[in-house]
T-cell receptor, first 111, second 117 residues
Framework: GESVGLHLPTLSVQEGDNSIINCAYSNSASDYFIWYKQESGKGPQFIIDIRSNMDKRQGQRVTVLLNKTVKHLSLQIAATQPGDSAVYFCAENIGGNMLTFGGGTRLMVKP | DAGVIQSPRHEVTEMGQEVTLRCKPISGHNSLFWYRQTMMRGLELLIYFNNNVPIDDSGMPEDRFSAKMPNASFSTLKIQPSEPRDSAVYFC???????????????FGPGTRLTVL
């Protein structure tokens, strides 16, 4: 889920299908990761987090997977709904209490 | 319960004017963050306060930007003088930092959309 300038990667899925959004992080020392959802005109909204001592964490319809070997994070959304359409950001702890955000991935859900 | 509150939600001003953005963090939170979001640069951390003290301001673009946190329930981000390239959405976020080296979830406000003409 990295952006380049004005272009956001876009994932288009059919309503009811599962979605997988990927993120590559940069700091092998990062120990905390968060996924945020941002709808148009709103601030980022917390979805789910995971600490580096885990490789999987599940929430309601969402699952985050962490692969520290390849520094990869993914967000899986089950039974994607139109209300899931948004931009999704991964964020990693860069030290202290600060986060670095990825560029975002736009999820579009087709009815 | 109220989340992070920001005001104004929209601000349109002319180049050279002073702009002040306001934030009220979630009650009980002890860390506050100011971010700027643009299409070109994404979401950037500007400054971070812990217990009302600025901890890291390395993201503040230049001397025209300043931030204060006079108490636990209020912070301001000021731009003086403003320039067209400052146009962006500015977010405030807060968290409850429990210390011990852990990182805690940041909760974002709705943002202030700033347009400098």
């Amino acid at each position: 889920g990295e952006s380049v300038g004005l272009h956001l990667p876009t994932l288009s899925v059919q309503e009811g299908d599962n979605s997988i959004i990927n993120c590559a992080y940069s700091n092998s020392a990062s120990d905390y990761f968060i996924w945020y959802k941002q709808e148009s005109g709103k601030g980022p909204q917390f979805i789910i987090d995971i600490r580096s001592n885990m490789d999987k964490r599940q929430g309601q319809r969402v699952t985050v997977l962490l692969n520290k070997t390849v520094k990869h994070l993914s967000l899986q959304i089950a039974a994607t709904q139109p209300g899931d359409s948004a931009v999704y950001f991964c964020a990693e702890n860069i030290g202290g209490n600060m986060l670095t955000f990825g560029g975002g991935t736009r999820l579009m859900v087709k009815p | 319960d109220a989340g992070v509150i920001q005001s104004p939600r929209h601000e349109v001003t002319e180049m050279g004017q002073e702009v002040t953005l306001r934030c009220k963090p979630i009650s009980g939170h002890n860390s506050l963050f100011w971010y700027r979001q643009t299409m070109m640069r994404g979401l950037e951390l500007l400054i971070y306060f812990n217990n009302n003290v600025p901890i890291d301001d390395s993201g503040m673009p230049e001397d025209r930007f300043s931030a204060k946190m006079p108490n636990a329930s209020f912070s301001t981000l000021k731009i003086q003088p403003s320039e067209p390239r400052d146009s962006a959405v500015y977010f405030c976020a807060s968290s409850l930092a429990l210390g011990g080296g852990s990182t805690d979830t940041q909760y974002f406000g709705p943002g202030t959309r700033l347009t400098v003409l």
